[in-house]
């Protein structure tokens, strides 16, 4: 019997159809161990010697491994070809030997995609376990571990609110602050256009100005009305001739199939997928056999696929559509993954595979690699030059056509970013020189230079991988984190950073600016890659790693949280104290005139308070610069116009919020972030909630209108419905009220069988492999892998919420076993042991404490130790 090794049960699923009856296929489910999270699992002191834990819920898998390896006569690790599948083949070598389990036979085989061929293929060329990849997986795990786990103590002891840092993520979120940044500062310049529309030979077309006065006109040369009204009166009064036509061709080469990032970043501009969310369907295309390996930075594809592409474009296009030689692309990254060929689908032929997010993403892929074998597009961009009788007046229209679309017939990039000056879609109508185009009207329209945009998903991942940081097939996972440590949000599908997310970043660049520069972190991947690549020993990169970095971490365990604090306040002057126009100083009190203003320190994080406290007790959120009355300053709005009570802005330590009254009668509403200027209006309305619409029309029961915990929402007869802006609550009327409650009872629009949309996707669970989610229950949030559902304790916050708690909660629960019903079907003598001989088959370890399933469970257990010394 042969023993192959793989990490998912689809995955085996699929391998054991193709190999015969002589072959047993086994999940490890991903990794079976890791360093444990306490200090002491890597010691420096000891060469870096590393301590490897079992992974509590793998116990059962690694002992199922273990027997049937006892039995068999070869054993192949057969898990990805890329840096982490090499680790596992390692890792269960490893255990396998400890155990003295180990066959005499070990061999290891990758395969690019889960087909008969490919897999086949592979078992006929095996190799023994790549030791430069093991090297540079131990280097990477311990610089992660030496990172997180010396730097995070620091936080959590000098920077209340701070939760983790991480050597890749770090530097993500340092990005994301930087362009906030930058768009805090950016100072919009206004600019005017004037656009002619005019008309030759029944076609509309624009012509923009261009030429004024004799100056050629820059983007900001028409910088105020009065200018751009002269213009425009110049083109009204001008007549103009067409005295250039430039015809010129242009061609557009198809882009090489998908790598990982290019994968996720189209993604997410043409689906509107998460990173994570993207590897996922992905992951689950691969492991049907759909598409090939889908972490890589190659670009380049296997010459059979090359060819089965360029019969496929033969057989649906006409010839001209498949060019004389196939396409041979190389990769841009300095150092591409292991696992070299492209994202492809594993059969051209195959247009469509699965169905909802799996078909969508699979065309996109499909398309991609299609396209990148197909013939240049054929353009022609025409540039039409106007000039009145004077000559000091110049128009221009450009267009372009399209003469042959080669790969543009199945697929065209998208663009994060499109500019105002985006005319060469317009089409021209045919021009000669010395034609004069009716001129129908001419605008005059003010712009203003926009800040640079905020990194979307896809942008980032380009940045990341232009810097060389991380690699892409992490990209995923690093954003998650920040997202689930509440260290960035998304809007619109952008990056936001949030206040814990500012000085984190702050912290890091002001104590430990060597470690989140982007040069280092590079540099790091650089050597990381050398080690991959055997060119460097792993202990040498860690060595000259700990050497700087242990002794600065201790420096600054050892300073006084008031210290760091003070070193904040001063490296952070600019951005939370910028000067006044009055020219006044900007620390002064704002309420008490007297105190200044400095940054302090709190167990709910970092604020901006007051040096006359407590006499004066003014705070300011720590991400509310400037302390401008929208910041978050103290002050009466105005009164109530019923009760005549003043109503009060004040800044609380969870943010501003309004307040009506003192003492028990006192009303009080925080200020919901998408509020622009909170006015004494907004007040009111604040104060009246919960806002009632009326009676539902079939159960005659109140529909309400409020803003909660977790935003806005309707609510009736217990059943709520989510709302999505603050506005919403005082504009839904009773049809839309009614609408969304169905909705929202139905699944959000979904047929009632329909899963709901989760709250929160987590991953895989290791040992079921179904995806963890969220999601919100009638009787409160819950976990579920898809097979087991467990209700989160009122004592555990959902908002933070990890992925160890979910699990620990998910296997609590499987372990009680099933509820009331299924107690009821326990004295069924014949089912019992059919339940337990199947669960034990799937290597989950038997619902010990289950008290109907007892004697059956103790029954089969004795055989089965029967048949394992047999």
Request: aromatic share 8%.
């Amino acid at each position: 019997m042969q023993l192959v090794i793989v990490e998912s049960p689809a995955k085996a699923k699929t391998i054991e159809k193709y190999l015969g009856k002589d072959y047993r296929v086994l999940a490890s489910y991903g990794h079976v161990r890791d360093l444990p999270p306490k200090d002491g699992s890597v010691r420096p002191d000891e060469d870096f010697a590393m301590d490897w834990e079992l992974y509590g819920d793998k116990q059962a898998r690694v002992r199922e491994i273990a027997e049937l390896a006892k039995q068999a006569d070869r054993l192949i690790l057969a898990t990805d070809p890329d840096r982490e599948g090499e680790a596992i083949s390692w890792h269960v070598k490893e255990l396998l030997a400890k155990r003295r389990a180990l066959p005499k036979e070990v061999e290891r085989v990758t395969f690019n995609a889960i087909t008969k061929d490919a897999v086949t293929t592979a078992m006929k060329h095996p190799r023994e376990l790549d030791q430069d990849l093991i090297d540079a997986y131990l280097a990477r795990r311990a610089l992660d571990y030496l990172f997180g786990f010396t730097l995070s103590p620091v936080l959590w002891r000098k920077l209340p609110g701070a939760k983790s840092a991480g050597r890749v993520q770090s530097v993500a979120l340092r990005l994301i602050v930087q362009r906030e940044r930058e768009i805090e500062l950016f100072k919009p310049e206004e600019y005017w256009q004037v656009i002619a529309r005019m008309m030759h030979d029944g076609s509309q077309f624009p012509a923009r100005l261009v030429k004024f006065e004799g100056k050629k006109l820059e983007k900001l040369s028409l910088g105020e009305a009065g200018i751009a009204n002269r213009a425009k009166a110049a083109v009204e009064q001008g007549a103009f001739r067409v005295e250039e036509v430039e015809t010129k061709p242009v061609r557009r080469n198809p882009y090489p199939p998908f790598t990982t990032s290019t994968l996720q970043q189209e993604a997410a501009r043409k689906l509107g997928f998460s990173a994570s969310h993207t590897m996922r369907v992905a992951q689950t295309l691969y492991e049907a056999g759909a598409i090939t390996y889908m972490r890589t930075d190659g670009v380049q594809m296997d010459p059979s696929a090359i060819s089965a592409a360029r019969r496929e474009i033969t057989e649906r296009f006409s010839g001209h559509y498949c060019p004389e030689k196939p396409r041979h692309y190389e990769t841009k990254a300095k150092n591409a993954q292991e696992a070299h060929e492209a994202i492809r689908p594993t059969e051209f032929g195959r247009d469509h595979y699965g169905n909802g997010d799996e078909a969508r993403l699979y065309d996109l892929i499909w398309k991609r690699a299609l396209a990148s074998q197909m013939a240049s597009a054929a353009l022609e961009r025409t540039t039409v030059t106007l000039r009145d009788g004077t000559g000091q007046h110049e128009l221009r229209a450009t267009g372009q056509v399209v003469k042959f679309p080669g790969f543009m017939a199945v697929y065209d990039e998208s663009r994060d970013n499109k500019t105002d000056d985006d005319d060469d879609a317009n089409l021209l109508p045919l021009m000669n020189k010395g034609d004069m185009p009716l001129k129908q009207g001419v605008e005059a329209t003010q712009h203003f230079t926009q800040p640079p945009p905020r990194y979307s998903e896809a942008s980032l991942v380009k940045r990341l991988e232009e810097l060389g940081i991380g690699r892409p097939s992490t990209y995923a996972a690093t954003l998650q984190v920040l997202k689930d440590r509440a260290y960035v949000r998304t809007e619109k599908n952008r990056f936001f950073a949030e206040e814990t997310g500012r000085l984190l970043t702050s912290f890091l660049e002001r104590f430990f600016d060597r470690y989140v520069a982007y040069e280092f972190t590079a540099g790091m991947e650089d050597e990381l890659d050398d080690v991959s690549g055997g060119r460097a020993q792993w202990r040498t990169v860690l060595e000259a790693f700990w050497k700087d970095f242990k002794p600065k971490s201790d420096e600054v365990m050892e300073k006084k949280p008031s210290e760091v604090t003070e070193a904040l306040d001063e490296f952070l002057s600019d951005y939370l104290f910028p000067p006044r126009e009055d020219g006044t100083d900007p620390r002064k009190c704002p309420q008490c005139e007297a105190g200044r203003l400095s940054l302090r320190g709190g167990k709910y994080g970092a604020f901006v308070a007051c040096s006359n406290y407590p006499e004066c007790k003014f705070t300011r959120k720590f991400a509310q610069p400037g302390g401008s009355a929208d910041a978050g300053e103290e002050g009466e709005l105005g009164k109530h116009p019923e009760t005549g009570e003043p109503i009060m802005r004040k800044a609380g330590r969870f943010g501003p919020y309004i307040q009506m009254g003192e003492g028990d009668t006192r009303k009080m509403a925080s200020i919901p972030k998408d509020i622009g200027e909170m006015t004494l209006d907004w007040a009111v309305k604040l104060l009246s909630l919960p806002r009632t619409i009326g009676p539902h029309p079939e159960s005659g029961e109140l529909i309400t209108a409020s803003i909660g915990r977790y935003g806005p929402y309707l609510a009736h007869s217990g059943k709520y419905a989510r709302l999505r802006s603050t506005a919403e609550v005082f504009e839904t009327g009773m049809n839309l009220a009614v609408t969304k409650l169905a909705e929202a009872a139905a699944g959000g629009g979904r047929s009632r069988n329909a899963p709901a949309e989760p709250l929160k996707v987590f991953g895989a669970h290791p040992t079921t492999g179904g995806e963890i989610k969220l999601l919100a229950g009638r009787y409160g949030a819950y976990v579920t892998d898809g097979t087991t559902n467990a209700t989160l304790p009122k004592a555990v916050d959902q908002d933070k919420l990890t992925l160890e708690q979910a699990i620990a909660l998910i296997d609590e629960k499987a372990a009680k076993g099933p509820g009331t019903k299924g107690k009821k079907k326990a004295p069924a003598k014949k089912a019992a042991p059919k339940k337990a001989a199947a669960k034990k088959d799937d290597g989950e370890a038997p619902a010990a404490k289950k008290p109907a399933a007892k004697k059956a469970l103790a029954k089969k257990a004795a055989p089965k130790k029967a048949a394992a010394k047999a």
